[in-house]
C-alpha cells in the first residue's frame, strides 16, 4: 500500500552511458521503496530516454533528476545544461516517447541557461493510496458511563442513617 506522505528525491550526477543504467536501478529502488511498483517501468524508461538524450546530444554532461511524489501523482524531473529543445522533439524522438507513455509533460528553461524537463505519473484508480476511514463519533452514553454506586464510607454511612431517622417520624404512642 503508498503512502499519502509527500516524498522527494534528487540526484545530481554527471551523465555517461554507463551511468545510466546505475540511474535507472537507483530510481526503481526509491519507486519501490515508495510503494509505486507499478510505475517503475515506464519511469524507468521516460529518465533512460532523456539520459540517453542528453548523453548523445550536449556537451556539459551534468545533470539533476527529481521526483516527487504527493499521494495521487509522481513528477519527474530531469535538468541538463542545455537550453535548446527542437532536435529531440521529432516524432520517434525522446519526447515523443515520454508523451505518448506518460500522463503529462513539459519543460522550462532554468535561470543557467539550461532546461528541466518533467513528465508525471498518475497512479491508477485502484492503486491510489487509500483515505484512512475515520471511526464515527461515539454516541453520549458510550463517552460518558451513567454513574456507578460509589463505596459508602463509615462516615457516609452515619450521615445516611441520619437522614432518614430524620426523614420518618417517630411512631405516636397512645395512652388508653
Not at 526509491?30 to 517501468?41: G, I, K, N, P, S
Not at 548523445?56 to 527529481?66: L, P, V
Not at 497512479?123 to 463519533?137: C, E, I, M, T
Request: with cysteine; charged share 20%; glycine share 4%.
Amino acid at each position: 500500500m503508498k503512502t499519502a506522505a509527500p516524498c522527494y528525491y534528487h540526484l545530481d550526477m554527471e551523465i555517461s552511458p554507463e551511468r545510466i543504467g546505475q540511474v535507472r536501478r537507483i530510481l526503481a529502488a526509491h519507486l519501490r521503496y515508495w510503494d509505486l511498483e507499478m510505475l517503475v517501468d515506464t519511469v524507468c524508461h521516460c529518465a533512460d530516454a532523456l539520459l540517453r538524450t542528453i548523453d548523445a546530444h550536449t556537451r556539459d554532461k551534468r545533470t539533476t533528476i527529481e521526483m516527487w511524489w504527493n499521494g495521487q501523482h509522481l513528477i519527474t524531473a530531469v535538468q541538463d545544461a542545455e537550453r535548446d529543445i527542437r532536435p529531440h522533439y521529432a516524432p520517434t524522438g525522446c519526447l515523443a516517447q515520454i508523451a505518448a507513455l506518460s500522463n503529462g509533460w513539459g519543460y522550462c528553461a532554468t535561470d543557467t541557461g539550461g532546461k528541466i524537463i518533467w513528465f508525471s505519473q498518475r497512479a491508477r484508480s485502484g492503486d491510489h493510496a487509500p483515505l484512512v476511514p475515520v471511526a464515527p463519533a461515539p454516541l453520549l452514553r458510550q463517552t460518558r458511563p451513567l454513574p456507578r454506586a460509589l463505596p459508602l464510607t463509615a462516615n457516609a454511612i452515619a450521615r445516611e442513617r441520619h437522614s432518614i431517622s430524620a426523614e420518618r417520624p417517630e411512631p405516636a404512642v397512645s395512652s388508653v
